[in-house]
């Protein structure tokens, strides 16, 4: 039987354009948050500032050029740009005419939301009237798959999966089957999220104390709200061995599941995605998890970790330097492991300090150290009980 392998990697992220620079603020152990807010809808407050991960040096003109860009979302140029810089590294065309035989698949937890409340807030402050009617087609979750696709010229299957943290690895199990079932030939799979007015706000009444984007920190308060796009290339090996492309990384298994206690979700996910992989726990080389300084999903990730790994297995979390960027964040840290896998490197956990001596043991870095070779798991949990994990090898 095939196999579904990742030939090409993008991101943007608050560390910039591109793998590299992701890549070099968590060697460098940059924390990338600052005070900041998003500009309020007609008729509503300011809100007061809050720690943030922006994407505030993200020009997409300089990636993609002028043409047809002008309507894009913040979040469909944020997918666009990440997915122009992954077909460079697998090596296919930006742009087609008809490819029919290319998928696009995204996952986002609140694309389309800013521009639906804009819209909404300005037709309540100011009438009809004031409504820009090409607004209207931005306001769904599937934008940016839709305005990729249309600029990119991808007329093969499109799919957007919505569904908070995990969307953005269930967007990768999506496409890997797709692929397997013969229904395209490649997919560029992603995610993007952006931060808008109202989760923020929602955010602002509920503020927790404590230090804010500490992962598995004892003095953790919350993570810090991010902003992001991930994308891989994904095809089969049969079609990465025709083009001669290089394999970055194989899907060895991609697993999701519920629960209402999200440890139990957790674990639950973890052992089937091992498990499916032909992957023992001791063989891991390393986990990229999604821990960002919730002091219970901290918790119950920790709690799934330590229960489902060799106790040495280094754990690395990278939202305290990124931020906690919601569907985004799975994809992004699938483009860290294959990074990591490549330099056999994996780098610290921006924000921890002191590890919570109340929580299970794990071998968070606490420092960029070298790495075994071997599997590489990625896990997101989202505060809904609803876990991901995906293994590559």
Same mark, same amino acid.
């Given at each position: 039987m095939t196999d579904v392998v990742i030939t090409g990697t993008g991101a943007v992220t608050a560390a910039g354009v591109g793998t590299d620079q992701l890549w070099q603020a968590l060697l460098d152990g940059r924390a990338l948050a600052s005070p900041g807010s998003i500009d309020p809808p007609a008729g509503m407050p300011p809100l007061a500032p809050v720690p943030i991960a922006v994407l505030d040096?993200?020009?997409?003109?300089?990636?993609?050029?002028?043409?047809?860009?002008?309507?894009?979302?913040?979040?469909?140029?944020?997918?666009?740009?990440?997915?122009?810089?992954?077909?460079?590294?697998?090596?296919?065309?930006?742009?087609?005419?008809?490819?029919a035989e290319i998928a696009t698949v995204v996952g986002t937890d609140t694309a389309g939301l800013h521009d639906y409340v804009d819209l909404f807030a300005t037709r309540c402050d100011s009438g009809t009237h004031e409504v820009n009617p090409a607004q209207g087609p931005l306001t769904g979750p599937n934008t940016p798959a839709a305005q990729y696709s249309i600029w990119a010229g991808v007329t093969g299957p499109?799919?957007?999966?919505?569904?908070?943290?995990?969307?953005?690895?269930?967007?990768?199990?999506?496409?890997?089957?797709?692929?397997?079932?013969?229904?395209?030939? #490649? %997919?560029?799979?992603? *995610?993007? =999220? +952006?931060?808008?007015?109202?989760?923020?706000?929602?955010?602002?009444?509920? @503020? /927790? &104390?404590?230090?804010?984007g500490a992962p598995f920190d004892q003095e953790r308060g919350a993570s810090?709200?991010?902003?992001?796009?991930?994308?891989?290339?994904?095809?089969?090996?049969?079609s990465a061995r025709r083009r001669s492309a290089p394999v970055l990384a194989r899907i060895g298994a991609v697993h999701s599941a519920f629960d209402v206690d999200p440890a139990a979700a957790a674990r639950r996910v973890l052992g089937e995605a091992l498990e499916s992989a032909r992957?023992?726990?001791?063989?891991?080389?390393?986990?990229?998890?999604?821990?960002?300084?919730?002091?219970?999903?901290?918790?119950?990730?920790?709690?799934? #970790? %330590?229960?489902?790994? *060799?106790? =040495? +297995?280094?754990?690395?979390?990278?939202?305290?330097?990124?931020?906690?960027? @919601? /569907? &985004?964040?799975?994809?992004?840290?699938?483009?860290?492991?294959?990074?990591?896998?490549?330099?056999?490197?994996?780098?610290?956990?921006?924000?921890?300090?002191?590890?919570?001596?109340?929580?299970?043991?794990?071998?968070?870095?606490?420092?960029?150290?070298?790495?075994?070779?071997?599997?590489?798991?990625?896990?997101?949990?989202?505060?809904?009980?609803?876990?991901?994990?995906?293994?590559?090898?």
């Open positions: 040096r993200f020009e997409p003109r300089e990636v993609l050029g002028a043409k047809g860009i002008r309507l894009l979302t913040r979040e469909s140029a944020a997918f666009a740009v990440s997915a122009t810089l992954a077909c460079r590294e697998a090596g296919i065309p930006e742009r087609h005419e008809d490819a499109n799919h957007t999966v919505s569904g908070g943290s995990t969307a953005g690895l269930d967007a990768v199990d999506l496409a890997r089957r797709l692929l397997l079932a013969g229904r395209a030939r #490649l %997919s560029v799979t992603g *995610a993007t =999220d +952006t931060l808008s007015y109202l989760p923020l706000a929602l955010r602002a009444s509920g @503020a /927790a &104390a404590g230090r804010p810090i709200p991010g902003e992001a796009a991930g994308v891989v290339v994904l095809e089969t090996t049969d992957v023992s726990p001791a063989d891991v080389a390393a986990v990229i998890c999604g821990a960002g300084g919730d002091p219970d999903l901290d918790a119950a990730e920790a709690i799934a #970790l %330590s229960g489902s790994l *060799a106790r =040495d +297995t280094p754990v690395c979390a990278i939202a305290g330097s990124i931020g906690a960027c @919601a /569907a &985004a964040s799975g994809v992004v840290q699938i483009v860290l492991a294959v990074r990591a896998g490549r330099e056999r490197t994996i780098p610290a956990s921006v924000g921890l300090r002191v590890f919570d001596p109340r929580l299970p043991p794990l071998a968070v870095t606490t420092r960029t150290s070298p790495l075994r070779e071997g599997p590489i798991l990625v896990h997101v949990l989202d505060p809904s009980g609803r876990a991901a994990a995906v293994v590559l090898t």
